[in-house]
């Protein structure tokens, strides 16, 4: 059965749907392919969806392990999503489940490719722009309050006129 791939991003994680089977021939050559293509575009957060992914053999393992070297050189990092028992038994035996790190839950998994202070939150602009005018208006009203004692700047007192 032949290996398709869904591509999406998400935050600029850039999502990999696999169904069928990832082993040797064609399946594992073209998901390398594709990484080494994701490299060149400086697409380095990969997210490898494994929920329909039936079976793993050694090149299917093999061509994981050589696109995490591939993404780690460029400075990425390549993550597993819905890894079923079966493969993560496989990255177990092969000792290979410290090197993938496995989420169940999509949000999650591409939190953890951001730095801690932004994971889980987007830019607003919206917000940033009325925090600023919420700023500014503080501002201009600690400007003209007063202590009760001493006038605003700029008005006259009974004594100055």
């Known amino acids: ?11 600029n994680v850039t999502i990999l749907d696999l169904e069928g089977q990832l082993v040797a021939g064609d399946e594992a050559a073209s998901f390398r392919s594709l990484i080494d293509v994701f490299i060149e575009r400086s697409k380095i957060w990969i997210l490898v969806n494994l929920k329909s992914v ?12 050589s696109a ?4 780690k050189k460029a400075e990425g990092a390549i993550k597993l ?7 993560i038994n496989l990255l177990v035996l092969s000792k290979l489940a410290t ?23 987007q830019f ?8 600023e005018e919420d700023e500014g208006a503080s501002l201009t009203q600690s400007g003209t309050e007063t202590d009760g004692n001493t006038p605003p700047v700029g008005q006259e007192t009974s004594e100055t006129k």
């Open 1 to 11: 059965m032949a290996l398709h791939i869904g591509q999406r991003e998400v935050r």
């Open 54 to 65: 039936r079976m793993i053999d050694s090149s299917g393992l093999g061509v994981l392990v």
């Open 68 to 71: 995490h070297l591939a993404i």
């Open 81 to 87: 999503l819905n890894a079923s028992q079966r493969h």
């Open 99 to 121: 090197v993938f790190p496995n989420f169940e839950d999509e949000g999650a998994a591409i939190d953890s490719f951001l730095p801690k202070e932004q994971a889980g939150r």
């Open 124 to 131: 607003d602009i919206l917000e940033f722009v009325r925090s």
